[in-house]
């Protein structure tokens, strides 16, 4: 089982975050809506140039059946620069999808949890390491590789401008973790301190559940 501890989160960024009350679950449409409204408001405060294209969007594949109420195909969120203009909101455009920036897909089930957590850069990297311990185990555990469809997607751009923008009042991340509301699906999971699944400490029935979650039938 994972046992490392919490990296303390650095009091500028609980003070900046302070204030920011839950609106919804991970994915959900409030959420989603928050979230990219946040992303716009720091890029538009960067006063970034006029010239730039840049997009942002994260889909959420996989998703529980509440999200998709409403007829709403795509959970995720996007924020677009151009025209010397930000926009974003609920959902990924193709527009979104095919202009140079950071374009993902996930499976919901597998980042949902640790996306609650506040960290620095310090609990971003202990994040990552949990996150990439749990798909090594789930790899070993279902018997082949990549069996969640990780990495695939264009390549990822980020430029200076934009990162020193979202990161900005606390950071993208933090914001976004603050108005995130728990997800009753991994109340009786084991974690690691960051929130990962820990899918080592997990008893075979609670793997095939989490499994589930992620889309896997075993």
């Given amino acids: 089982m994972n046992d490392r501890t919490r990296p303390e989160v650095p009091a500028e960024i609980l003070e900046a975050v ?3 009350e839950p609106v ?20 538009k405060e960067a006063d970034l140039p006029d010239d730039m294209e840049w997009a ?3 889909v959420y594949t996989h998703a529980p059946e509440r999200f998709h109420e409403g007829g709403r195909e795509v959970v995720g969120y996007y924020m677009l620069v151009k025209n010397g203009e930000v926009t974003g909101g609920d959902g990924a455009p193709e527009e979104v999808r095919n202009t140079v920036g950071f374009n993902i897909t996930a499976r919901w089930a597998a980042i949902c ?60 991340h933090n914001i976004a973790a603050r108005m995130q509301a728990p997800s009753p699906e991994f109340a009786d999971l084991p974690m690691t301190a960051m929130d990962v699944p820990d899918f080592v400490a997990m008893t075979d029935e609670q793997k095939q559940y989490f499994l589930k979650l992620c889309g896997l039938d075993m």
């Fill in 56 to 58: 942002f969007s994260e």
């Fill in 24 to 43: 919804g679950e991970f994915g959900s449409k409030a959420w989603c809506e928050a979230c990219a409204a946040g992303g716009v408001k720091l890029l």
């Fill in 113 to 172: 949890s640790p996306s609650r957590v506040l960290y620095d850069g310090v609990g971003s990297k202990q994040r990552m390491e949990d996150a990439e311990a749990m798909f090594a185990a789930i790899e070993e555990y279902v018997g082949r590789p990549n069996p969640l469809g990780r990495g695939i997607g264009p390549e990822r751009v980020w430029f200076p401008e934009i990162s020193a923008a979202l990161g900005k009042n606390g950071g993208l």
């Fill in 18 to 20: 302070a204030d920011i």
